[in-house]
């Protein structure tokens, strides 16, 4: 006996946004010849709040509208609602508009002049687009471990993309929302360049008592000197359901850890080595070092909110 068929699925929703009734009607047409379902919205806030009641599975919008313009528009659904691609309609001699558009997140723009031609191929592939990256999030939903090594060298530049990564990890293991995975990316951002200036770099924070520029200058110096230069500094990342830890260690000489000030201290707070360790313990669950100083490991636990 075969297996019951699923039922089929209802065509995708297109939400358009446009104040103009003969434009909503124009492109209506064009969208449901092509078998899908269309809602309408007269302006960017109306927009918005279609998109919360039921998120569309792609967002079609007019520049110039009242209340809301449609780069604004792109910006807020960008923001509020990730998963749903935003098209722009541009009028003629707008690609400016067009590229901030894309530069603020829209997947995708048409010219209005071109829409009988152009915007059927444009939605096909945006909604191709987006139906993989939606067929990828229902596989990590069902991630039960991640793991993985870094080596980088004592480039500061390194950082910000390294932890980019880290973050997008935790998100995607479901261990924090956006604002959760921002804060623990700053205390692992401090952590990483902890390990490259003060560790591997052997560069004190003391040389910022009067501003940074000597901690740079004698950080970039170092970068190219013996032993300094050879060193790397080693991560390693393991995230589950249940927590995060990432573990970066330098080839530097460490440091004691008793001596450790606690960063809580009024006093340490003006120090200018305070913040980094402060910042650390306040957005990671846990911070321990080992017993030389030049390893440190940081844990992230799953946020009740995500639970």
């Known amino acids: 006996m075969s297996a019951p068929s699923a039922p089929p699925a209802d065509p995708p929703l297109i939400l358009v946004a446009d104040d103009s009734q003969l434009e909503q009607r124009y492109v209506g047409r064009i969208l449901e010849q ?41 910006e807020e659904v960008r923001a509020r609602f990730p998963r749903v691609p935003v098209v722009l309609m541009t009028g003629s001699g707008n690609d400016r508009v067009a590229v901030a558009a894309l530069k603020a997140g829209a997947a995708d723009y048409v010219a209005k002049q071109a829409l009988a031609h152009d915007l059927v191929p444009v939605v096909e592939r945006v909604l191709s687009a987006g139906q993989a990256e939606m067929r990828r999030y229902r596989v990590l939903q069902g991630m039960t471990r991640r ?45 990483l360049l902890n390990a490259v200036y003060h560790g591997n770099l052997e560069v004190s924070s003391e040389l910022r008592a009067n501003g940074d520029e000597a901690f740079h200058a004698l950080a970039r110096e170092r970068r190219y000197q013996l032993p300094y230069a050879p060193r790397r500094v080693r991560v390693t990342a393991r995230f589950t359901p249940v927590s995060g830890t990432v573990v970066i260690a330098d080839e ?28 650390m313990r306040t957005f990671m669950d846990e911070v321990r070092y080992n017993a030389t100083g030049n390893r440190v490991t940081l844990v992230k636990r799953r946020d009740r909110a995500g639970e």
């Not at 599975?57 to 780069?71: C, E, F, I, Q």
């Not at 500061?156 to 932890?163: E, F, G, M, Q």
């Not at 450790?260 to 201290?265: A, C, E, M, S, Y």
């Open 34 to 74: 092509s078998g899908w379902r269309v809602a309408f919205a007269r302006n960017g806030e109306e927009a918005l709040a279609a998109v919360a009641r039921a998120e569309p599975a792609l967002l079609l919008t007019d520049m110039n509208m009242p209340k809301m313009d449609g780069l604004t528009l792109v």
């Open 147 to 191: 793991s993985t090594q870094f080596v980088l060298e004592n480039d500061p530049a390194l950082v910000p993309p390294l932890v980019a990564q880290l973050r997008e990890d935790l998100i995607e293991m479901g261990l924090c929302d956006v604002t959760g995975a921002t804060r623990a990316g700053i205390a692992l951002e401090e952590a």
């Open 252 to 279: 530097g000489p460490g440091f004691d850890v008793s001596k450790l000030p606690d960063p809580t201290d009024p006093e340490f707070l003006e120090r200018p080595s305070g913040r980094g360790v402060l910042l």
